[in-house]
């Protein structure tokens, strides 16, 4: 199961960052998880809110660029060695993992998203070993 995450292309200079967040939130668009990497003149802004489609909207009439990326948002006990677990997983299997981040806790669980090479066998695998997948309209986010 995948979700969608939207990923920004921003210029690196202050305000940026502020204006999507501003224009987000005025349209009640809840963000679950972000993570943010940088160059010397853009950085990508990846987000998952609770309002993908909506946000997208946003964004257009911000004039901003962006794609859509699926992820798997996998749910975590929150203890040591649980994200290991998955790393291992992949690993054994021979998927490299492109890049991870973690939204939004829940029950103290953590939630993360996993973008891996192969995203068919990924799902595969995490469900053969018992993680849960998360549907995040189905999870009450």
Not at 81 to 86: A, M, N, Q, T
Not at 99 to 107: E, H, P, Q, R, W
Not at 120 to 134: D, Q, R
Request: hydrophobic letters at 45%; aromatic letters at 4%; charged letters at 25%.
């Amino acid at each position: 199961m995948r979700v969608e995450q939207i990923s920004i292309l921003l210029r690196n200079e202050p305000g940026v960052l502020s204006r999507i967040l501003e224009n987000l939130s005025r349209a009640s668009v809840n963000i679950l998880g972000l993570t943010i990497n940088e160059t010397a003149n853009f950085g990508e802004l990846r987000i998952v809110t609770d309002k993908c489609a909506m946000a997208k909207e946003i964004l257009k009439e911000m004039a901003v660029s962006y794609n859509v990326v699926k992820i798997i948002v996998i749910k975590l006990d929150n203890k040591p060695g649980e994200l290991l677990k998955i790393a291992h997983l992949m690993s054994k299997n021979d998927i490299n993992i492109d890049y991870i981040y973690t939204l939004a806790s829940v029950d103290k669980g953590a939630l993360i998203a996993v973008k891996t090479w192969n995203m068919a066998e990924t799902e595969k695998i995490l469900g053969e070993n018992h993680f849960e997948m998360v549907d995040l309209d189905k999870f009450g986010l």
